[in-house]
Each structure stands twice: as C-alpha cells, then as structure tokens.
C-alpha cells in the first residue's frame, strides 16, 4: 500500500491490481468500446482497488485524457525569468515562444518548483506538470532521476540539449558541439597550431563533454598536441609552461578572462597567443575582443524542441531526438602560429 504521507497515483493502482497504468486510465475514463475493451474481471479488480484506497482522479487529468488543452510547459532548471537580450536562456525562449504561437498553443511557466541543493526539482508535493499537454525542460543540467521518471510515468516532455543519462531514450534538440569544435580544431591545425591546450570541465554536463569529444578526436586526426586544464588549476600557466600556441575555452568568459590576463603579461592575442571560444557566453563576459569560435543555435533549438513535442502529443510520430549544427564565427583571436 501506497504511504499515507502522499497522494494515491494511477501508478499505484496499477501495481496493486496487476495491471498497466493504460489500463487503469482506460477504467477511469469510462471508455469501453472495441479497441479497448477490458475484462469484467479486470474492470472491477481495479474498481475495488480505487474504492479501497480513496484513490480521486485529477479532473483537469481526466478532461485532457479525451482532448488536448494546448497548453505547453516549460520548466527550468535555473531561474531564467525574466531574461534579458543578453541573457544565454533568451533566444531559447524566443524561439520556444514563437514555435508556440505558430501552432495555436500557450505557455506555462513552471517557476514555483522548490530548489533542493541550490537546484529546482520538478517533482513535489505540489507538481503542476499535468496542468500542460506536456513539457520543454531547459537547464545545463538536468536531473537524470527526473528524466527517468517523466519516461516511467509517460509524462510528454522534451530536451533543450542532448541528454543520454536517464536510462532510456531521451527527446531532445542539442547541438552538435563535436561537429563545430572539430571544425575549429582543424583550422588551428592549418595555420599551423601543433599543441593547442583546452580548458574547462571536459566532462559532467553532455555539452561539455561533447566539445570536449570533439577535441580529442579532431586533435588525433589531425596529428597534434592536445592538453586539458581544468578552469581552477592555473590554465595560463600550465598552457605556456606546455608550450601551447592556442588555447580553447569551453566556456565564453573563462576566455575573456584568460586572454586579459595573458594581455597583463604582455602577451598578444592573437599574435602570441590565440583563443577559440566554443560557444555563446554563459555568463556575463567583459571584452572588447572578437572571438573566434562558433554560436549555438539557441532559437532554433528552442523553436525544434516544441516541433518534437507537439509531434510527440499528436502521435504523428517523425524523429524525436535532433541534432542542429552550430555557426563558424571567423572573430580576430586565431591567427597563424607564433612559435
């Protein structure tokens, strides 16, 4: 039996019963015609089993099970409203929000979600996810266990970035950051960059790790030196003392400060030293340099994530996971090698 600390699920039901969640929804719903009959047997089985608990229904659940409401979520990982032009969420949002329009369908912001360890949780006591058809989640990180669960309990839903950590197949939109990172790699390896360092994480969140795939391989086949130090451990220093001509940041501002601090010691950029950015800023950054590197597609992505969602609600099937290339930016700090 279910706790009574917390409300009776469709789920729960199911499991006492024996039977599939469907099959309970079918009950509830009072549908019994020929594509979806359901044994006397089983029916009152299930019928007892929701009488015994006291398990109640969601209305608003049960109206939408026949029709779709077209409202669709969007939950954040990180506060993002409001968010200003140069804000990294923004053009997601712009683009998430016009898709919407385009289709006849509104918005709900998910924002009063309660943060646990500094971060939101999409399930609690007072989730509200069912109030919309279904979900765009958007964060750096998103919670593998809550990914999970949305999959378990057939919550529609997808990804703004590629996730691959839930245990089962995620819907997403990313970028193909290995793509766009190799790309830069060999353009430092023609003008001829032979021990290029990179910096930042490498790993944890699936963008991260992606560049830094990228990285790796493309310096492989390109028969070069490629060095990895982490943000906190001295990254100029280690890449001189490495003999590095040119250095690439996974996050934008790690870059600005980097190639400000190489600017104090009298380095010039790109003359001495070259910097390739692999993305948009994160974070604010002050620089009046122009990097090198390439932009994610971020209104896009926002605006493909409610394309694969509304497919996913109106069953027309198509590919739910997406890949978007990102776009080369020339910018001024890779140059010719200075050995």
């Known amino acids: 039996m ?5 409300r009776v699920t469709q789920q729960d039901i199911a499991r006492m019963t024996g039977v599939s969640q469907t099959t309970v929804s079918i009950v509830l719903n009072e549908r019994d015609d020929a594509a979806v009959r359901i044994a006397p047997e089983t029916r009152e089985r299930v019928l007892a089993a929701i009488r015994r608990t006291g398990y109640v229904a969601d209305p608003i659940a ?13 939950f954040t990982y990180e506060p993002v409203f409001p968010a200003g032009l140069g804000d990294f969420y923004h053009p997601f949002l712009v683009g998430i929000e016009e898709c919407a329009e385009s289709i006849g369908c509104d918005l709900l912001l998910f924002t009063s979600a309660p943060v646990i360890d500094g971060r939101r949780r999409i399930f609690s006591q007072d989730n509200r996810l069912r109030l919309a058809d279904g979900c765009v989640l958007l964060g750096r990180r998103l919670d593998p266990a809550d990914l999970a669960r949305l999959i378990a309990e057939g919550q529609p839903f997808v990804s703004v970035g590629r996730r691959d950590d839930a245990g089962g197949p995620v819907p997403y939109v990313g970028a193909d950051y290995p793509k766009a990172t190799a790309s830069q790699v060999r353009r430092a390896a023609e003008l001829g960059h032979r021990r290029i360092a990179y910096v930042g994480q490498g790993a944890g969140p699936e963008s991260h ?7 790796t391989t493309a310096t492989q086949e390109a028969g070069i030196t490629g060095l990895h130090f982490k943000t906190d451990e001295s990254p100029l220093d280690q890449a001189l003392a490495a003999h590095c001509t040119a250095i690439f940041v996974e996050e934008f501002a790690d870059g600005a400060v980097l190639a400000d601090e190489a600017a104090r010691r009298g380095l010039r950029v790109p003359e001495d030293l070259s910097f390739v950015a692999l993305g948009d800023p994160t974070r604010p ?3 009046d340099l122009d990097f090198t590197g390439y932009r994610i597609p971020r209104r896009e992505m926002g605006w493909q994530a409610v ?13 739910t996971q997406r890949i978007l290339p990102c776009e080369p930016v020339a910018g001024a700090t890779l140059a010719v090698a200075h050995v």
């Not at 790790?209 to 990285?215: K, L, N, T």
């Not at 394309?307 to 198509?318: C, H, K, P, Q, W």
């Open 307 to 319: 394309e694969v969602l509304s497919a996913i609600l109106d069953g027309t099937g198509g590919e």
């Open 285 to 287: 950054a002050s620089t």
């Open 209 to 215: 790790a992606d560049r830094f795939h990228g990285f």
């Open 2 to 6: 279910p706790s009574s600390s917390r």
């Open 62 to 74: 049960r109206r939408l099970a026949a029709q779709r409401n077209r409202f669709l979520g969007v």
